[in-house]
Nanobody, 123 residues
């Protein structure tokens, strides 16, 4: 069955950087849309970055625009999220999502596959 596995989270100070990875098994990122979401305690899951099938369209949430970078390596079947200039409010569990069914790219219900998440704590 499809598995998405995120890694790269951690505890960092404000202003630091992290690179998150999302690796897939039984699923090929090539030709598929992929997004990163995050969920902070007590808050709804929000989309932060989206990349289209060939990487031609990339969308960021306003809150991370200019600081986060989404990319994909189809040969490695991995999607990345580079987090720069981290802020306290970036603290959350970060999830990789695939299996896009269409519609809004930042609507969680439009994705069929999710990883278990990786914790990012900025403190």
């Amino acid at each position: 069955h499809v598995q998405l596995v995120e890694s790269g989270g951690g505890l960092v100070q404000p202003g630091a950087s992290l690179r998150l990875s999302c690796a897939a098994s039984a699923y090929t990122f090539r030709g598929n849309h992929v997004a990163w979401f995050r969920q902070a305690p007590g808050k709804v899951r929000e989309g932060v970055a989206y990349i289209s099938t060939q990487g031609g369209t990339i969308t960021y949430a306003d809150s991370v625009k200019g600081r986060f970078i989404i990319s994909r390596d189809n040969a490695e079947n991995t999607v990345y999220l580079q987090l720069n200039s981290l802020k306290l409010e970036d603290t959350a569990i970060y999830y990789c999502a695939a299996g896009f069914a269409g519609g809004s790219v930042f609507r969680a219900a439009n994705y069929g596959y999710w990883g278990q998440g990786t914790q990012v704590t900025v403190s």
